[in-house]
């Protein structure tokens, strides 16, 4: 017996049942992780649908990674809020968006007043089956205070 393929449709936006707020294509969202033990998933949204009568939206996320979960893990140089944007991307239910986040650049993440709870900062793209990273290196600079 042949398998038929379900008939999906594209959104526009969708509404995060806990908050009531809208995210769209483009929107970077934090994602509950499977133990409550581990922090919140950053991922971008790059699509929204659902299936044909508007039921079971699902998200396609483009991940982001910490540096602990990248190859070579944490480094010193690692600030506490980066992320790194991967080539990694999924389907992921809507259910499971906690809330919105910002991922600024490293310039204007240094630039903020005042960071909050949900801003992150990313100056790499990292290619998860690789390791690699791009730009492959960046500026570190030490302050010595005498």
């Known amino acids: 017996m042949a ?4 008939t999906r449709k594209t959104l526009d936006s969708y509404t995060i049942k806990s908050t009531n707020k ?5 929107d970077c ?6 133990h409550s033990s581990k922090p919140s998933y950053v991922a971008k949204v790059e699509k929204i649908e659902s299936d ?9 996320a483009r991940w ?6 990248s190859i070579g ?14 080539d990694h991307r999924d389907f992921q239910s809507a259910d499971t968006i906690e809330g919105k ?7 204007s993440y240094t630039k903020l007043d005042a960071v909050g709870n949900d801003d992150y900062f990313c100056r790499f793209e990292y290619n998860s089956v690789t390791g690699a990273f791009v730009p492959d290196r960046v500026a570190v600079y030490v302050l010595r205070f005498c």
Request: net charge positive; aromatic share 10%.
């Open 64 to 69: 982001y990674y910490r540096p602990e979960e």
């Open 3 to 6: 398998k038929t393929r379900t």
């Open 29 to 34: 969202v934090l994602m509950r992780p499977a």
């Open 101 to 107: 986040c910002t991922v600024h650049s490293f310039k």
């Open 22 to 26: 809208i995210i769209k294509p483009g």
């Open 73 to 86: 893990g944490r480094r010193q140089f690692h600030g506490s809020k980066e992320v790194f944007l991967s």
């Open 52 to 60: 044909a009568r508007g039921g079971n939206v699902k998200v396609l």
